[in-house]
């Protein structure tokens, strides 16, 4: 075979031409030379599967039926078939940079006792590297992957190189252990699983791109990581592991859930997530942590708070290396931060700040009345708009901020069907919970009232007693609406209390019963409480014959009944001053007739009362 013009193959020692270029017999003599553990150098030959076989079958091994190589160059080397190097041993570099291997290849089970180099490869078929042992540093940066990668429960002791590889496939290292530092910055994947690998040194992920799911389920990161400006396409899951000493993650953009469920932080963290969902189902923090969000519904269910932990609303893009950090995965999000359950969680140990609550679930929770809630915090209203009530009168529901317990029970006990776009599609409807409309997951007005008063005292505590008020009225409604824990008594002094004031909470309605009260005190005071006119004194007496002392009676008429025109202004004035000095619990001093003085003690009665409650009301919203 002559050597054709432009062959980039290293000539073998002793002759003119690359190894597949040489003649058949010089090949068959340079191929019977080899021995087991002997340094080979064929950078940039190209070969086929018949000439790749033979030279493995030369450095065949009998001690262990498998190819061992000493040094092995075979850089720019192109392997046109499919190229096994599986169970092979290599005890010096094995250099394969910018090699191109157009078939399959296989390193499974393969020792690198030396560094490896694959930096540049391109591997256009499937390769595997399952159990392959790397004693040096492994180097495959900007190598392309264009058919899937197993690296299961690969080993490397030292250094692992992937910066700026490209794995078009899926990229499996799940059960590897990192002895050394990772690097995968700037990579580039389709699906990725890293499931119980073990990164013993530090580990860099920085501006790494997912396009597909990844997995980090059960991994452990011993050492510094690092996902300054990570790009995830797909779900990313690290259920379950675990971070010894990592104090920022972040920041990420997630195009759907970020899930660290069951994930420990042994240390202070801050973590910096920009995503669809976050989920952190039983996440344990043994210290504090700062877990900043956009555009996130997040669930922290039955979270392990060992320390305070603070979760906020970012109000601007993060920030790594200088740059803000490109969002265009979440163009259709908006920038609302909701938190949907804090169910079996220790609230004393959380801070929120700047989050929608407006779906989320506090039954469950611990300590509720020790959360700390800062910045602006929104909770669900109450419907807008005119509703029929009992299917007879149509009301409207005073605007309060309610919990979304009380949001469920109401659409449970109102019949109303479940969303299709959730909890709160429409703002004329109670939104309806997960579970709907089964009231076995449905809460009760009594562990609604519960969750009220806890949560007042929270708001109370925080010195803020005009947010209280809306939670002070929430547990009154759920106290007047508990058919069985409260007695039929109390649910009517309660159904009074909150038909006079709101339960002293709405100014407006107990000062509207006031001008009611006081319009109805003056036409009775018209109508039947003034006489016509005043009654007249008489003075009677008896004068002693002979002179003296004279004692006089004086004698007073009864008021008379009014006749005639009972409604004019001398009337309504007089009416006014009684009605006046009622509200404030003083007598007029007017003549009243019988009627009208039971008129006057009722309005002494109830009108300084409606007055009281209206003050109170106002009170409420004002104080500090």
Known sequence: MTDPVGCLGIHVPGHAACLAHLGEDDRAAYLAALSPGADIDHRGTPFTGPLFYSLLRALHDPATGQPHFGAAWFDRAHFSGDAWFAQAQFSGVAGFTHAHFSGDAGFDHAQFLDAARFEGAQFSGIVGFTHAQFSGDARFDRAQFCGDAPFSQALFSSTAGFGGAQFLGDARFDGGQFSGDAWFTQAQFAGAWFDKTQFSGETWFMRAQFSRTVRFVNAEFSGNTWFDGAQFAGITRFTGARFDVMSWFGPVVCAKEVD?????????????????????????????????????????????????????????????????????????????????????????????????????????????????????????????????????????????????????????????????????????????????????????????????????????????????????????????????????????????????????????????????????????????????????????????????????????????????????????????????????????????????????????????????????????????
């Open 260 to 624: 660290l469920s069951g994930v420990l932080f042994k240390v202070p963290v801050t973590l910096e997530i920009a995503a669809r969902e976050v989920r952190c189902l039983r996440t344990q923090w043994e210290s504090t942590a700062t877990l900043l969000l956009r555009h996130a519904r997040a669930d922290l269910s039955h979270t392990v708070l060992s320390f305070p932990v603070a979760v906020a609303a970012h109000p601007a893009p993060f920030v790594s290396g200088g740059r803000a950090v490109d969002e265009s995965l979440l163009a259709d999000c908006d920038n609302r931060v909701r938190v949907v359950s804090v169910s079996g969680a220790d609230a004393a140990n959380l801070v929120l700040t700047d989050i929608d609550l407006s779906d989320c679930m506090f039954s469950g929770a611990f300590h509720l009345d020790q959360i700390r809630l800062e910045g602006r915090c929104i909770f669900a209203p109450t419907p807008t708009g005119l509703h029929r009530r009992h299917g007879i009168w149509r009301v409207w529901w005073t605007r309060r901020r309610t919990l979304a317990e009380e949001h469920h029970w109401r659409a449970q006990t109102a019949g109303q069907p479940a969303s299709h776009h959730g909890g709160g599609a429409s703002s004329r409807h109670w939104r309806t919970g997960p579970h709907h409309p089964d009231p076995g997951f449905t809460p009760d007005p009594d562990d609604v009232a519960a969750l009220y008063r806890q949560m007042r005292k929270a708001f109370e505590d925080g010195k803020n007693e005009p947010g209280a008020a809306d939670f002070y009225y929430g547990e009154m409604e759920m106290r007047r609406h508990n058919r069985t824990g409260t007695p039929f008594g109390e649910r009517a002094l309660l159904t009074a209390y909150w038909l006079l004031s709101g339960y002293g909470m709405r100014a407006s309605r107990a000062l509207g019963w006031l001008a009611l009260a006081m319009m109805t005190t003056i036409l009775l005071m018209m109508g039947f409480g003034l006489p016509n006119e005043s009654p007249k004194q008489e003075a009677t007496g008896i004068v002693p014959p002979g002179g003296g002392k004279i004692t006089l009676q004086i004698d007073k008429d009864d008021p008379k009944n009014p006749t005639g025109n009972r409604f004019t202004g001398e009337r309504f004035e007089k009416a006014l001053n009684v009605t006046l000095n009622s509200v404030v619990f003083r007598s007029s001093g007017h003549d009243l007739t019988t009627a009208g003085t039971y008129v006057e003690m009722a309005s002494r009665f109830s009108e300084p009362v409606l007055l009281g409650l209206g003050a109170l009301a106002i009170r409420g919203r004002v104080k500090r």
